[in-house]
């Protein structure tokens, strides 16, 4: 007999998988509160790395069902959301997904529904990447510094600490500045 289980996951502390679970009992289904993971992790960790995912996995056994609001619950990356299903699909796990009229994505349609999606989001990705690239190529030409901001009067103010004598964790103190600024211009001096 086929169990039901729901993974809802958010990437920051400030936001709440509520509405996810919500969306899913409004959907029809009734899941016992034991039977939904909830997690807080970012959706470009492998869903095989997430602790929560992999409590789910311990649970589930062939012929349950596995449903998700979206797609990119499961993860950001096309080739790891392939890769998550088909691991649930040899397992015997359907999965389905709501924003896809509960599509089971194990299914034959399901599969090709993915994968088309799965190119859009990566086509979409590879895009932004190729814009982004063409804006600092151009902003470059234009005689634009880029990167981080050079701190004016850090670099010898580190130095002038270090000649004193001052450690690291004294200069940080003194100058109330980062450690890591600190490290980073203590080795230039």
């Avoid at 979206?70 to 359907?94: F, H, P, Q, Y």
């Avoid at 500045?177 to 490290?183: E, P, S």
Wanted: with cysteine.
């Amino acid at each position: 007999m086929s169990r039901t289980f729901v993974y809802a996951r958010v990437s920051t502390d400030d936001q709440t998988t509520d509405n996810q679970v919500q969306e899913v009992e409004r959907a029809g289904f009734n899941v016992q509160a034991s039977r939904v993971v909830v997690e807080t992790v970012s959706g470009s960790i492998s869903a095989s790395e997430r602790k929560g995912f992999q409590s789910l996995l311990h649970k589930m056994e062939a012929e349950d069902v596995l449903i998700v609001t979206k797609l990119d619950r499961l993860g950001r990356n096309a080739m790891d959301v392939r890769t998550t299903i088909e691991n649930l699909e040899s397992r015997g796990i359907r999965v389905h997904c709501l924003a896809l009229g509960g599509a089971d994505l194990t299914s034959s349609t399901g599969k090709m529904t993915m994968q088309i999606l799965g190119a859009v989001a990566e086509f979409e990705r590879d895009l932004l990447i190729e814009r982004t690239q063409a804006g600092l190529a151009r902003a470059k030409s234009e005689g634009k510094k880029l990167g981080r901001p050079v701190a004016t009067g850090t670099i010898e103010d580190v130095k002038a600490c270090k000649a004193k004598g001052l450690t690291q964790a004294q200069t940080v103190r003194h100058l109330s500045i980062g450690l890591t600024t600190v490290k980073r211009y203590w080795k230039a001096a």
